[in-house]
């Protein structure tokens, strides 16, 4: 290990040192003192929306300069409106119930013990995560209601995007006597802080990698910190013979352009072949006006042909792509069979939604389909722990153990067994 590397992992072990000693203050609040920090964050950063937009721009510029993709480039702007929106998310966390201290199950054993298992703070979350301001927030306010401290790396990308925020709200924290440190940023110390944060076992109790594949590939198989996998979003919607296509054509284009660069936006569509010659020119339209280009097959190809829709030739990387652009996969295919068989070999397992009107595709689908989230009738979009009433979540969970889908709060917390006696020994 070089001299730099090991002041970059000595920095990082202090801050989450730091972090982790700043959180039994947090996890002492309550509810009422957690949610009037939460709406004192949100007001602050309506307050200091010129500060922060600014700081934003010296991030855009950069990124511009670097050739960013546009998905991207769009989830890594701030305006004021957006400034906004993530504010109100605060809000809406302030709104939900505190899972601290919630009972999750108890009984009386014949031996007259009393057990509870009850919800308890994580204690430190790492969250690692790319060009994406508004997860500081998110991420943040999530962890403060549930009783965590929060160690935070979002990529040299939004670096002052991100350090605005995070001063604004570590000078709420200070107005309210309780330590800045339970917001902690590491994104001055770059990719080999990412290394230190990975090794912070003992310090950090869970690493969120929220981002690219590569990035949470990287995160999976070398944290020695416990992981809990956000996946990258190859989103399908598979188009039934069944379909209404008057409820269908909407949904289609809600998910896949309401907003492109988010992991739940659609990136391949499969249309059974008896609806297709129907539904393909039908669609092209929409598509086409909405600026998007199509990667399509060769059945695909031929019924798109003359529509207007700019389409090129869909190649095996295709049906495995998160564009987060303006670029769709489209095959048909002979039934829903081959469509479970496409998603099954294709998903990140993710979200993928059926549109038709026959119950008995739509109960299989939701049946056989092995991904966190799965629809019918249903945009795309609504995958998100908002979406779902959870206020603002921290991830979607693609892994099958603790967490699965969107992660609220109740996501985000531990648990422990209370056991009270009167005397009681084992025999």
């Keep these: 290990m070089t001299e730099d590397r090991s002041a970059v992992q000595n920095a ?17 609040l309550h509810r009422d003192t957690k949610d009037a920090v939460l709406h004192a964050m949100a007001d602050a950063l309506v307050a200091s929306a010129g500060e922060i937009v600014a700081a934003n721009a010296r991030d855009l510029e950069a990124a511009d300069a670097a050739g960013i993709e546009p998905g991207l480039r ?18 809406d966390a302030a709104a939900l119930p505190d899972p601290v201290g919630e009972v999750v199950r108890g009984s009386v054993l014949a031996n007259g ?27 943040a306010g999530l962890a403060l209601k549930a009783g965590s401290a929060v160690v935070l790396r ?23 006597d309780l330590p800045e440190d339970l917001v902690v940023g590491i994104d001055e110390h770059g990719r080999d802080g990412v290394d230190a944060l990975m090794r912070a076992r003992g310090l950090v109790d869970v690493l969120i990698p929220r981002g690219g594949a590569g990035l949470i590939r990287r995160v999976v198989e070398n944290s020695l910190v416990p992981v809990i996998e956000t996946g990258t979003g190859t989103t399908h919607v598979y188009l039934d013979a069944g379909a209404d296509l008057d409820q269908a054509e909407p ?17 391949t569509l499969l249309v059974h072949r008896e609806i297709a010659e129907a539904a393909l020119p039908r669609l092209a339209g929409p598509l086409a006006a909405a600026g998007v280009r199509l990667h399509a097959d060769e059945r695909s190809r031929s019924l798109l042909a003359g529509t207007g829709v700019e389409v090129v030739p869909a190649t095996e990387e295709d049906w495995d792509a998160e564009y987060l652009a303006l670029e769709l996969a489209v095959a048909v295919v002979d039934d829903l069979d081959a469509a479970l068989a496409h998603i099954r070999a294709h998903s990140s397992g993710h979200t993928e939604s059926i549109l038709t009107r026959d119950l008995r ?22 995958s ?44």
């Design 12 to 28: 990082v072990t202090s801050a989450a040192r730091a972090a982790r000693e700043a959180q039994p203050a947090l996890a002492r």
């Design 74 to 91: 769009d989830r890594l702007a701030l305006d004021v409106e957006r400034v906004g929106t993530i504010s109100g998310q605060l809000r």
């Design 113 to 139: 013990l009393e057990l509870r298992e009850v919800r308890v703070p994580m204690g430190v979350i790492g969250m690692v995560y790319e060009a994406r301001p508004n997860v500081t927030v998110d991420a």
């Design 154 to 176: 979002g990529g040299s990308a939004a670096l002052h995007s991100n350090t605005a925020l995070i001063a604004v709200l570590r000078r709420v924290l200070a107005a309210h």
């Design 251 to 267: 949904i289609i284009l809600n998910s896949k352009t309401q907003r492109v660069g988010v992991c739940n936006a659609l990136e």
């Design 361 to 382: 595709s739509q109960q299989r689908f939701l049946d056989e389909v092995d991904s966190a989230v799965v629809m019918a009738n249903a945009s795309t979009r609504f």
């Design 384 to 427: 998100d722990g908002g979406q779902f009433g959870f206020g603002a979540e921290i991830g979607i969970s693609t892994q099958k153990l603790h967490a699965r889908g969107p992660m609220g709060l109740r996501e985000i917390t531990a648990t422990k067994w209370l056991v009270v006696g009167q005397g009681q020994v084992r025999p």
